[in-house]
């Protein structure tokens, strides 16, 4: 293999392994600090138009790809390094003085790592220090900006120190020419000829699947997640004659999840540790255990929860029952929000912050929530406690909630900061769930239903089209099971012919308002249209 091609690997699986090390915490007390800085800066340049693209394309893929592709391009990065390193003129001066040469190379790629990487942390790290501060508190670890800078040049100094034993180990192993006639040594006394090559093939293998298996290893431990099948409810009316609709109350494996974090790296937090500090314009400061939060007087509620991000049609939104406290009681214990407060802002252990208006927190029905459906709530949905607020989008109810203060200016949340609505109202949605995938024949009875939402504002009907939107038929709803959920609906349809079908559905809010056909985007205040699916139907 030639120098160059060589410097290419060598600079490649030395990037993968220096990625693997940053991603298991190695030198960071288990948390991979950088990794994570660097994804916040990503998500900080990167268009909000463009990631919400990829949300409404790739759905939970998106996160995953980006995440990953990232941490491609940065080994993609270090293995153009390794090409530069390769075709250095001095690197065809390896034989006179193997050791010189080594040591050398060492310090050269140290050097290189430095000037090209280093930079780029240090740009990263100032914006994401508060993130990572947050995560480090929750896992019991207290450092201060100081001291968690310090820790994370020592762990770039021992990444690049990996990073330069590897990639030299590798460059003199895979660039070494064996060739007879050119001034390098010959083969060894009895070996086979084409034996060198073999022997460097052999590397070259090895090697890249160590590469390849430390990052796709890692990777996929902590992307890999367990899709399970929908439960299909049915009810004593129409509703069990419909086939593909949801369950009305999710369970909890199937509830959707968003967070501002990539794949596996939500934060998990110790209740034996964790506190929720009250501050801010609060008459008297104050701090809650666990379980005395869990102590205090308990409200049950049935909740619909729908990301902001959801596409007409798409699948992110779930219901389902939860139990907490009432956040205007946790406020009170700390003394009441100062009349000069204009909003309640909440900071979390992965260092997401939201903020809502003081009303909205004093509202009977926003809880801090501890269970969900029965159960402590599990760590993608926020343990110790999340916050549930009626009608607004799933980004103005954080999770793994640490810190909750009553400020008097217009605190911008993390998502807001980005481009996203500041009110998030929950938009009127509907969409179809049935019929699935089954062959459509004329005069035959088909069951069309599907979920419908309206945040705080309920849903007083529903309505189908089979023309592609020239009428509409009204749809049976089912009752919901409390005012801030979403309803089932249904309807029978017989096609009086063979064909191509444009079906849509829309519905009325509580108040009497009729959904907007007017198509948006999800960015900046959620999206809105009807959904539309077409059927074909033969005869």
């Known amino acids: 293999m030639n120098m160059s091609a060589g410097g290419v690997v060598a600079g490649a699986i030395a990037g993968i392994v220096a990625v693997t090390l940053m991603l298991r915490g190695v030198f960071t007390e288990g948390l991979p600090v950088v990794a994570l800085a660097l994804w916040e800066r990503a998500l900080r340049v990167m268009p909000m138009e463009f990631f919400g693209f990829l949300i409404v394309r790739l759905k939970f893929l998106a996160k995953p790809l980006a995440f990953w592709g990232m941490l491609g391009g940065i080994v993609a990065g270090w293995a153009l390094l390794g090409l530069v390193l390769g075709r250095a003129p001095w690197m065809r001066r390896r034989a006179a003085a193997p050791r010189a040469f080594v040591l050398s190379l060492l310090a050269t790629v140290m050097l290189a790592f430095a000037l090209t990487f280093v930079p780029l942390v240090a740009l990263t790290f100032g914006p994401a220090t508060a993130s990572l501060s947050s995560r480090l508190e929750a896992a019991g670890i207290a450092l201060s900006p100081v001291a968690l800078a310090r820790q994370v040049l020592l762990a770039l100094a021992g990444y690049a120190g990996i990073f330069a034993l590897t990639f030299t180990a590798l460059a003199v192993a895979l660039t070494t020419s064996r060739k007879n006639g050119r001034g390098e040594p010959a083969p060894a006394k009895g070996a086979p000829a084409g034996g060198a090559d073999v022997t460097r093939r052999e590397v070259l293998r090895r090697s890249l699947a160590i590469g390849a298996g430390l990052l796709l290893g890692s990777g996929l431990a902590r992307w890999a997640a367990a899709v399970g099948q929908r439960t299909i409810v049915y009810a004593q009316t129409l509703f069990d004659r419909i086939r593909g609709l949801p369950a009305e109350v999710?369970?909890?494996?199937?509830?959707y999840v968003v967070s501002k974090n990539p794949p596996g790296f939500?934060?998990?937090?110790?209740?034996?540790?964790?506190?929720?500090?009250?501050?801010g314009l609060v008459g008297k400061p104050v701090k809650?255990?666990?379980?005395?939060?869990?102590?205090?007087?308990?409200?049950?509620?049935?909740?619909?929860l729908e990301c902001i991000s959801n596409e007409v049609g798409g699948d992110l939104i779930s219901n389902a029952r939860w139990r907490g406290v009432r956040l205007r009681d946790v406020?009170?214990?700390?003394?009441?929000?100062?009349a000069k407060a204009i909003k309640i802002a909440f900071r979390c252990a992965d260092g997401y912050t939201e903020s809502i208006p003081v009303a909205d927190a004093m509202h009977a029905d926003t809880l801090l929530v501890y269970e969900m459906n029965g159960e402590p709530l599990p760590p993608s949905h926020g343990f110790p406690v999340r916050l549930l607020v009626p009608g607004l989008?799933?980004?103005?109810?954080?999770?793994?909630i640490t810190r909750i203060e009553a400020v008097n200016y217009d605190f911008q949340g993390y998502w807001e900061r980005s481009g996203w609505s500041d009110e998030a109202v929950v938009k009127t949605m509907s969409k179809f769930t049935a019929p699935g995938r089954q062959a459509l024949r004329a005069g035959e009875e088909v069951g069309l239903g599907g979920v419908a939402y309206a945040g705080d504002r309920g849903i007083r009907?529903?309505?189908?089209?089979?023309?592609?939107?020239?009428?509409?038929?009204?749809?049976?709803?089912?009752?919901p099971l409390g005012k801030y959920t979403w309803v089932l609906w249904a309807a029978l349809w017989t096609p009086t012919g063979?064909?191509?079908y444009t079906l849509k559905v829309r519905a009325r809010d509580g108040v009497g308002v009729v959904q907007t056909a007017q198509p948006t985007p999800t960015l900046p205040e959620g999206a809105t249209g009807h959904h539309a699916i077409r059927l074909r139907v033969r005869t």
Do not use: C
């Open 288 to 304: 809650f255990t666990y379980e005395e939060i869990r102590a205090m007087p308990q409200v049950g509620q049935v909740h619909t």
């Open 461 to 479: 009907a529903v309505e189908v089209s089979t023309d592609d939107g020239r009428t509409w038929q009204p749809a049976q709803l089912k009752p």
């Open 331 to 338: 406020l009170a214990r700390a003394g009441g929000v100062n």
């Open 498 to 500: 063979p064909g191509e």
């Open 393 to 400: 989008f799933g980004m103005k109810n954080p999770k793994w």
């Open 266 to 279: 939500d934060p998990v937090v110790d209740g034996r540790k964790w506190s929720l500090e009250i501050t």
């Open 250 to 255: 999710t369970s909890t494996k199937d509830f």
